[in-house]
């Protein structure tokens, strides 16, 4: 066993060798591999850790950490770097782990009846949890650094001023925002352009939030929210917007958003998609799909790409925010540290340990693995009427 694992931590030693690391064992056993002082020591505390490792890869590795059967002293950030190298992420799993993995993939699929509890699984911990490492925004996805030294405030409303500057809103336009969180987008809008705006979301924590701010900024008249499935929505909307919510559509109801899409934009309307995704096809994280976002399916660009244009809905820019998320991530997971003893407190060390593994191995998979962040502008139907060239997005 131990034989076998050496083997795999060799492999990942050579595709990243400057980051020098150890490895402990129950029994005192001390393996050391990149030859300079290690960037941190992984600990086994029992020999079933390690069988886990083996038979359930990435899955088994979270598990373990969390139930606190395996440590890690020194750098987390530089394990889960290595944690996201092919070898690791290309590990045979056995045959009982796979058919666990396809069994929660059919049962957690985004139906009506099943996005709820899929939703409430992530959003629905309480607002007083996200604040602990979100900005005063509560925006949970992607922000939009100009610089590295921005403050994480700052990047999250640049974000929203990129998008609407690439909608081109302009005041009095309807715009509705699919799965609008905790209402960051369109209050923003409002506040700048001058729109109306409907939001929805099937969180009722995010619901409420939203509503309440909504309301003590004067804005009840311009802005609507509602505890609604994008699938339900009716309405007909000069522009669209969805940030970090696609991901939650599931492969099988990609064709269903984008025909909903078309039905909510009026004809030659602007929409932007921004959302998580791949050039292509790799195996989905089973250990983030188990315990962060049932039901989620991280959707490949050029699907994405076709099926929009089945529906009639034309692509006429793409970004790749990559590093941005990254340096989201990085922020988050600092913030979440400092507030590591009270999120504790809240829950119990074994949701701390699972949500450390989620907010660095997300930043480790964009920083050197498969994820990326594409903000995807299209129309509904030909439009004419867009600028020629980007220069209105930088305009200061």
Known sequence: MKRVLQGILRNVNSNVPDTPFAVRFWDGD?????????????????????????GKGTLGFGEEYARGHIDVEGDFSQLVRLGVDSSIRGMKL????MAAAAFHY????????????????????????????????????????RSPEDALEDAQKQKYEHICRKLQLREGERLIDIGCGWGGMLLYAARHYGVKGVGCTISPHQAEYAKQ???????????????EDYRNITGQFDKLVSIGMFEHVGKAFIPTFMEKTRELLKPGGVGLLHTIGKERHTSQDPWTMKHIFPGGYIPILDHVINTMGKKGLIPVDIENLRLHYAATLDEWARRFELRAKEIERMFDSRFVR?????????????????????????????????????EHLYRT
């Open 106 to 145: 059919l049962t957690s699929l985004n139906t009506l009846r099943r996005s709820p509890k899929n939703i409430a699984h992530h959003y629905d911990l309480g607002n007083d949890f996200y604040k602990q490492y979100l900005d005063e925004t509560m925006t949970y996805s992607c922000a939009y650094f």
């Open 94 to 97: 056995s045959l009982r782990a």
């Open 30 to 54: 001390t393996w050391t591999f990149g030859g300079a002082a290690p960037t941190f020591t992984l600990v086994f505390k029992r020999k079933q850790a390690v069988k886990n490792v083996l």
């Open 213 to 227: 701010k909504a309301a003590a900024e004067g804005l009840n008249g311009t802005i609507t929210i509602l505890r």
């Open 354 to 390: 699972t949500w450390r593994m989620f907010l660095y191995g997300s930043a480790a998979a964009f920083r050197w693995a498969d994820l990326r962040l594409y903000q995807i502008l299209f129309t509904n139907g030909l439009n004419n009427s867009l600028p020629l060239t980007r």
